[in-house]
């Protein structure tokens, strides 16, 4: 199934990390790993995002998560 919005290429991850829903990073996140390695359409993962949006919470969730 194709879980990516057209336009962006945004999994629902990368959705939820820009929303700043912590709740639902954390448990896309845990649930789906592979999410954490999917990229948009300009090549950005969750963790790219998390950074360039300023979100701590869920910028230290993808590090921890990645580096597992």
């Not at 845990?30 to 090549?43: E, H, K, M, V, Y």
């Amino acid at each position: 199934a194709d879980c990516q919005e057209r336009s962006t290429g945004f999994s629902l991850l990368h959705t939820a990390v820009v929303c700043r829903q912590e709740a639902m990073v954390d448990h896309l996140a845990t649930s789906f790993p592979g999410l954490l390695g999917a990229q948009d359409r300009r090549g950005r993962s969750a963790l790219h995002l998390a950074a360039i949006t300023r979100n701590p919470s869920a910028y230290g969730l993808c590090v921890d998560l990645t580096t597992r």
